[in-house]
């Protein structure tokens, strides 16, 4: 979730903003050297950092500040005449360091150093990611379960929504399931009993703008999409591919004036006809999007792409099992939840577009550069999703092989 104060710091006050270079004017020289000496100190220090303490523990740390005072501090014993000449380039160096203000900007520091580094899939830990999973979920599988189908739900059985939390003494809000409603399911969930080699999640991120990723995601055998971001215009940077979608009910309400006339149905229509096979449409998140999110399902029914029904249960289930992990209380975002799925049934997966900093550090030393939230709309930070803690466990699943991140140009 971004609070206001992270709120603030992310749109009011930029994040460039919070980085400070010790000497603002050696920083633009030319000196190819110094920027070398830079940069390879400053990855050897991520790179200790990094190896040096567990990925878990490492996340939760404060980045220590590299400040003139750690560098500076005097031998023990007096350096030998020889590496005294070298003294001079290196108190250059230390007018160059990063001066960490803010904690946000320390952890994009880290974080992105972190992604730098190489990756390799550990398919031990993936697997016994899988088994803690199926432990708690034996019963709810995503494969079957991440959508309402003729299976999995009945005429007149109560769905709990999935994004309130229980309130002393007040009954939880459900729905009772109409035959209308059973009548727009499918039989069995798309995914059912599926096993996809290498998958893709799509975020939102304006981080992909300029990537290249396209080629690359549409490789993937299976691509997972959030919130129906327009394909054509973003071919290069984002791919073609789809194989699931997500449509947040709001859009439907926004963009399609709730499907009141046929021009709104038909301009919906052709906005979902883009994506190939399946869109994935949270009824049941809360209550306030229902009504629309099921007259969609009437008014489209039986065409391509299909409009499937969020299973509330499967949802909740994921959230509670982030939740007992210290994921903290606000609601997960789709793009979360999707890449939970894709662990359960694909053996590769990639991600793309997930980057919760509205801004990017640059390959030359002391360069930051703005990253919008979306690469596709001009929407600002509105979401109370816990992005950087999301991130925080992506980043982790990473680092132990489960799954791996790109924040970088793909080419
Ligand atoms: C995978 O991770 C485990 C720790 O969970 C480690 O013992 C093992 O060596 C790793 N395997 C590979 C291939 O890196
Ligand atoms: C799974 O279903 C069985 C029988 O329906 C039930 O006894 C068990 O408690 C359920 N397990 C979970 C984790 O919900
Ligand atoms: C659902 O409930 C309604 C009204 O209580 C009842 O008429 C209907 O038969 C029930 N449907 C099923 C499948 O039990
Ligand atoms: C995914 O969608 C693409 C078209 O976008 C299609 O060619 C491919 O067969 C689909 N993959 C699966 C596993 O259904
Ligand atoms: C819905 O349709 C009406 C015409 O009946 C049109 O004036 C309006 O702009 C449409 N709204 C949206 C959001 O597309």
Redesign the pocket.
């Known amino acids: 979730m971004i609070d206001t104060h992270m709120a603030r710091r992310y749109h009011i006050k930029p994040l460039r903003h919070n980085f400070q270079v010790y000497n603002r004017s050696s920083f633009h020289s030319e000196n190819i050297s110094m920027l070398v000496i830079l940069t390879i100190a400053t990855i050897t220090v991520c790179t200790i950092t990094y190896f040096t303490a567990n990925a878990r523990e490492l996340m939760e740390t404060r980045a220590r500040p590299v400040g003139t005072s750690r560098l500076a501090k005097p031998p023990k014993t007096p350096p030998p005449a020889e590496p005294m000449s070298n003294h001079k380039s290196n108190s250059h160096f230390t007018r160059n360091l990063w001066n960490f203000v803010a904690n946000e900007a320390e952890k994009l520091f880290l974080y992105q150093h972190f992604l730098e580094t190489p990756w390799?899939p550990?398919t031990?830990?993936q697997q016994?990611w899988r088994s803690e999973w199926n432990e708690l979920a034996s019963n709810l599988t995503a494969d079957k379960d991440f959508i309402l189908t003729q299976q999995n739900v009945k005429e007149n059985d109560s769905l709990t929504y999935s994004l309130y939390r229980k309130v002393k003494g007040k009954p939880m809000k459900q729905f009772k399931v109409t035959k209308k409603l059973m009548d727009n399911l499918p039989n069995a969930s798309p995914l059912d009993g599926s096993h996809f080699g290498r998958c893709s999640v799509v975020g939102n991120s304006g981080i992909l703008l300029d990537s290249d990723c396209g080629k690359q995601i549409d490789q993937s055998d299976y691509v997972f999409r959030c919130n129906t971001a327009p394909l054509e215009p973003f071919r290069c940077d984002a791919g073609m591919k789809s194989n699931l979608t997500t449509m947040n009910p709001s859009i439907i309400e926004r963009r399609f004036n709730c499907l009141k006339k046929e021009e709104n149905i038909s301009s919906f229509a052709k906005a979902i006809s883009q994506y190939n096979d399946d869109i994935w449409l949270p009824c049941f998140g809360i209550q306030s999007h229902t009504q629309t999110c099921l007259k969609s399902l009437d008014v489209y029914e039986g065409l391509n792409p299909r409009l499937l029904v969020a299973n509330p249960a499967h949802f909740r289930l994921v959230w509670d099992f982030w939740r007992e992990r210290k994921f903290g209380t606000e609601p997960l975002s789709t793009g979360f939840y999707l890449v939970h799925v894709a662990l359960s049934v694909c053996e590769e997966i990639h991600l793309y577009g997930f980057w919760p900093f509205s801004a990017q550090l640059d390959p030359s030393p002391g360069q930051v550069h703005d990253i919008p939230y979306h690469y596709f709309d001009n929407l600002k930070v509105t979401k109370n999703h816990n992005m950087n803690k999301e991130f925080q466990i992506l980043l982790q699943m990473h680092k132990?092989?489960l799954l791996q991140m790109h924040a970088g140009k793909c080419s």
């Open positions: 390799k550990n031990t830990n016994m132990h092989g």
